[in-house]
């Protein structure tokens, strides 16, 4: 029997529809990164259950990151998931570059990319179709996230994609309107991708009630489980179990979102520094955090998130 493409991608797209996992980038004392600390967090999600991570996402500083260190890092990555779990391989920057990042994350043995959205400062709707076909194109064999941070893109620009090319599968939808997402799901097609919340837990529930099936999770670093059982809860449209587990999970964060999400990594990372998972180093353009904004992320923590 021959293989389709949607048979050939379904597992990968039943793995979207749950909490995809963004881990951070641990940094050792010099600076580097930190690939025993990056594989210990990685080995830690997936044994509470994670069934998906995305290396050099934004909450892994991906822009932080030299072409050497994201390919460091997904290797870390794929050796740790050993096939528990289905990697998605952050890409970007010039179309170029994304391809070969894209190749590579083929011949490492991930099974996904996600295109993070282009930062160029003059993207044409038609300019962005072409740049995300151009990189789906050039790795046929593994499935296709979007990341739409864009208001402009609408449903038919992504439909136009995906006739184009058959492997683009999911959207991480990062517009701060779940009206606008729930319109251009409909648009798109709703049944023709794997919706994903890309603005994590908090928004979560709105956009699950408009059409999402999966959710993005730099939280999962640090409590693994609330994040899973949010996603059940949402997936069995149990909204009252998810909306116990957002209030949980509000006051850290709130503490990411805070002034542009200027401190989302940060507070991250000093979470994981007091359970002694990793340092709390950041590079610029993140900064470390005050002794103050140190003391809320405890406050945060204990007994919120992990009920002590």
Known sequence: MPVTSSS???????????????????????GA?????????????????IEIVTP???????????????RHCLEVTVKAAAERAS?????????????????????????????HQPVHPYVSAEGWVEYHRAIAAAVPELGV?????DARIDGERL????????????????????VRFASVARDAGIDRFVWIAGLAELSAPGYFAVGATGFTSGLVNVAPSISLEM????????F????ACWERVRPFEELRAADGNANNVSVVKEALAQLGLCRRDVRPPSRALTAGERERVTGAVWPGLLGR
């Open 145 to 149: 996230v979007l990341y739409v941070r």
């Open 87 to 115: 990697v998605v391989a952050g890409v970007g920057h010039d179309v170029r570059t994304a391809i070969g990042a894209a190749r590579h994350a083929r011949e490492a043995g991930a099974g996904l990319i996600m295109i």
């Open 240 to 243: 009252r179990g998810a909306m």
């Open 8 to 30: 050939r991608f379904e597992e990968r797209k039943r793995r979207l529809s749950g909490v995809v996992a963004i881990p951070v980038t641990p940094f050792d004392a010099d």
């Open 159 to 178: 439909a136009r994609l995906a006739d184009a090319a058959e492997n683009v599968i999911g959207v991480k939808y990062a517009v701060p309107d779940p």
């Open 33 to 49: 990164v930190d690939p025993e600390s990056y594989a210990k967090l990685v080995d830690r999600v997936i044994i509470a259950g």
């Open 56 to 70: 050099n996402g934004n909450t892994g500083e991906f822009y932080a990151l030299d072409e050497a260190e994201t």
């Open 231 to 238: 996603s059940r809860a949402l997936r069995g449209g149990d």
